[in-house]
């Protein structure tokens, strides 16, 4: 795919189906993506929605996506293994100084293993800070958030997962109340373009 071009392409989803019978940990490696990327900036195409899932990937990959298709107003990343990548995503579309990234963007949905075993509450924070300073900058409308089960663990309890979601719901609520669409849980369903 690395020599691959699609110069009128708007929407592009790479999707896993499940194994049957699962196969525990099974996601495409980071190259799969990095070789999406390079399309897709040797395409130069008007990219307007990329939902992708079952990956993996990296954080500098991340923001060559986000460099190649700065016009993109739909981003699905679904079923996220490794929480240092749900970071990745949250840091690049919201960094901590410069402009907001991708100013088109008006739908992102993350779900996965978003939160790092005893680091719950940074990545609860990074989601927030994302969601905050899109929502100041007029760049987004609605946010999907989803943990998938195998990330609840017990802790003072709740579970984890529900904790970090909490406090997601509690750091975006003004958000909320101005208009942010907000979707949160284990099953936060399908965005679509």
Known sequence: MDSSSFPMLESLSIEVTEHDPPV????????????????IELSGAPLRAF???????NDADIHRLINAAHGLELLVVHSIQAPSMALGFAHALAPEEGAIPLRLLRTLSLSGNLLATGHEQRSAEAIIELARRRWAAGALRELRIGTEGRVYIPFGGSEVAQNALATIVDGVRDCIAEGLVFKGGSAIGDAHF
């Open 24 to 39: 525990e940990g099974w996601k495409l490696p980071a190259s799969a993506f990095k070789s999406v990327v390079t399309a």
């Open 51 to 57: 939902q992708y899932s079952h990956g993996d990937c």
